[in-house]
Structures are given as C-alpha cells and as structure tokens.
C-alpha cells in the first residue's frame, strides 16, 4: 500500500517542497496508510493543493459528471427531450443508455416485453429516435454517449451492428450489465466467461471499441473456495475489456469498492455512483434480480448515505477511472436525485 502511494505522488509532478517530501517520507517509511493519508489530506490531489503541495491550481475529482439514464425511466418517456437539455442545464456532460436496441436479438425484446408491466415503463434503447438523429440531440445540448448498455448475447451475434451503434453515437464502449444467472453456477463458468469476454474484447477492439462488465453485485462471496469475480479478474486481459465499477452493488454483495481498484487498477474504467441511505446486503449472493430489486429502497443520492463516496471517487481518480456516472435505480425523487447528486459529485 505504501508503494503504491508513493508512486502516485511521485506521478502527479508534485513540486519538491517541505509539505511534499514530509508525506512522501512518511509514505516510504510505510508510517501512513492510504486511509489516513487521504484524511490528512482532505481527500486526493484538492488535499495536497490546499496544504500547498501542489504544482497546479485545484482541480475537481469527477470534471465531467455522468448519468446512467436507468435512473429517470419515466422522466424519459414522458418528455425525452425535454429531459436531455434538463440534465445539460443542470451540469452533466454524459449518459449511459441501455437496451435493448433495433439491433439487439429476439430474445432479449421478448424478455423486455415481459418485464414492461413490472416496470411500469417500456422506453429504452434509442428512446423512440433513429440513432443518427439521437445523436444529433445529444450533440446540440451537449452531451456525449461514452458507453451502452447491451446483452451478452447481442455482442455474442450482433457485434457488427453493435460496432456500428458504437460508431453512430460517439461511444468509445459497449457492454454487459450483468451476466445471465444460468451461465454463472459453477468456478468454471466464471473461468470460461472470462475467456469468452477476452474474446468478445478482442472482436471489439477490430471493431473500433472497448468491451465492458459490470458487475452487479453476485460473484462477490465464496464459490468451492474463491471468489468468483477475483477469478475472473485474474484472467480477463485489460489490454481488451475494462470494467464498469456499481459501488453500490460491490457493497451489497460484500465487496470493498476502494479494494478492488487498488488490487486492479487497471481494470476498472468506469464507475456507477450511487449512496447507501443505511448499510446492507444481499438476502443471498445477489445472484438475481429479485434480490436486486429489493435494495433499490436502500439506494440514496450521491452524498446523502453512508457510503464513503470521496474516499472511493478519489481512489477511482488514481487507478485511472475515466466515466463516472450518477445512478439511483427507478429514482422516485428523479429531479431531487438529479441536483443533489450533481452538486456533490462536481464539489469533489
């Protein structure tokens, strides 16, 4: 830990003042560890700025604050438009949408359809508009599309098309929200993913884009003596897949966010941000959406729970996270959600 944290002030051209040569020697003595470093500090590189060890003026943590768009759903087909300059007005520079597409195979729209009724809604994908001219909204109030939302069996058939939609909207990636829980009940099937998504990375990146998981909160507790996802960490090669990080969902699954991006730095490149109005878990392994569904009570706005947000944002910094996105599954407050989430994000 401490090499770590000596390597990260040594990688920010940080200025050879008393201020800095007395943490870095605290550091290299491994007499502080990363938590009480970032309490010294104030949390990151607005820490060392303010103690004077700064070789540049203070800059934010999250400079372009993000919206996964599953957290509006009714505000979408309500008034899509209306919605998108909404959240350009407020601050937000990006979204993530989610499928499934014109593109997207059979079967996922007949599952889609299926769910509708317990959703109470049914607009996804390109939200009613050709992607061209989806595109060309996003572009005239501001917003960019760095990564989507599709299923496994879509990039598995369709990544051609998949590519294209990449191509059309601007994105530089595409992926999984979750894995299929019927391909995830032994180590094996895990192993075996892992090497399917190195695969499925590779055709990506012929293709002009990044292949992405996130991972939704199962895989996180003991499976014939591993842990599922840090076996599949082990073999997923980051050259071809980046991982999309829920802390939410790390934590209800029994995870450490700030863990898992310094034992895999160079993994994660993206992050779903979402609060803990109170600490819990998974009633089981989280294996389903039933148990996911459950905790969406539980889900607070960015800043207002328990949840240790600035440390995890500022460890996120560090291991090179690229998009960070506000999401509060099925938000009830959506506007509320909104504002409050912005302003603390952008604060950081």
Not at 165 to 193: C, F, H, M
Not at 205 to 231: A, C, Q, W
Not at 324 to 341: C, G, W
Request: aromatic share 10%; charged share 25%.
């Amino acid at each position: 830990m401490a090499r770590r944290l000596l390597y990260w002030t040594r990688n920010k051209n940080l200025p050879d003042t008393p201020v800095c040569r007395y943490f870095r020697n605290l550091i290299s003595q491994s007499m502080i560890d990363r938590r009480s470093f970032f309490s010294l500090l104030g949390v990151g590189g607005a820490g060392l700025y303010v103690t004077g060890c700064s070789s540049t003026p203070k800059a934010a943590l999250v400079e372009r604050v993000g919206l996964g768009l599953f957290s509006i759903p009714h505000l979408l087909e309500e008034d899509f438009e209306g919605t998108m300059r909404l959240l350009a007005d407020m601050g937000y520079k990006e979204i993530e949408i989610y499928g499934p597409y014109p593109f997207s195979v059979p079967a996922v729209h007949e599952m889609w359809a299926a769910l509708t009724p317990q959703l109470g809604f049914g607009i996804s994908g390109y939200f009613g508009m050709k992607p061209e001219a989806l595109r060309g909204l996003l572009d005239e109030v501001g917003l960019s599309v760095p990564s989507l939302h599709v299923d496994l069996d879509t990039l598995r058939e369709r990544i051609d098309e998949t590519g294209e939609a990449v191509r059309i909207l601007g994105a530089s990636y595409a992926g999984i929200a979750a894995i299929p829980e019927e391909e995830r009940t032994t180590l094996d099937d895990y192993r075996r993913l892992a090497d399917e998504f190195n695969e499925i990375g590779r055709r990506a990146d012929e293709r002009g884009f990044r292949f992405m998981y996130h991972n939704h909160g199962y895989g996180l507790t003991d499976m014939e003596g591993s842990i599922p996802l840090n076996v599949m960490l082990e073999r997923i090669d980051p050259s071809v897949v980046s991982l999309e990080m829920d802390i939410y969902w790390t934590v209800a699954g029994g995870g450490d966010p700030i863990e898992y991006l310094q034992n895999w730095p160079d993994h994660y490149r993206l992050m779903h941000v979402k609060d803990m109005a109170e600490l819990v878990r998974f009633e089981g392994n989280g294996d389903n959406p039933e148990e996911w569904m459950a905790l969406f009570p539980f889900i607070a706005s960015v800043g207002a729970g328990v949840l240790d947000i600035d440390a995890i944002i500022a460890e996120a910094s560090v291991a090179g996270v690229e998009h960070f996105y506000v999401e509060r599954d099925l938000a009830p407050d959506p506007i509320d959600m909104l504002q409050t989430s912005y302003d603390y994000l952008s604060s950081l």
